[in-house]
């Protein structure tokens, strides 16, 4: 699967499509604000009409899950499922877009990374990293 994702200010899906606002930023903070994510996936045509699991983790420069103190790790979860459209060319990637909005949280300054993983399973580039400004 073909993954893109983009940090924004604000971002939304309407009808397959991907509304951005202050999108394409990786520097931050000190107060950390509302961001969002905006993802694109490019789902392979023999992958079409299958249940899929995707996680969102934030993760530290180590890769380690982030926690908000004494509480559970930085993370969303969800599932997703897309069809063959009629007349799409057997063999066609099939687009799938959604954005996850996350509220402010306290973090510390330093180097963080949203990353996903689709069905247990990840990749390099499905990877997005920013940093958060010393006060």
Known sequence: MRVTMLLADAAQEVNGKLYILGGGWSLTGPDLPPMSLAIKLDVPWSEANTAHRFEIVLV????????????????VDGSFEVGRPAGLPAGSDIDFAFAVNVPPFPLAPGRYAWQLAIDGDTQEDWLRPFQVRAQ
């Open 60 to 75: 530290d420069t180590d890769g380690r899950p982030v926690t908000t103190g004494s509480g559970p790790d930085v993370r």
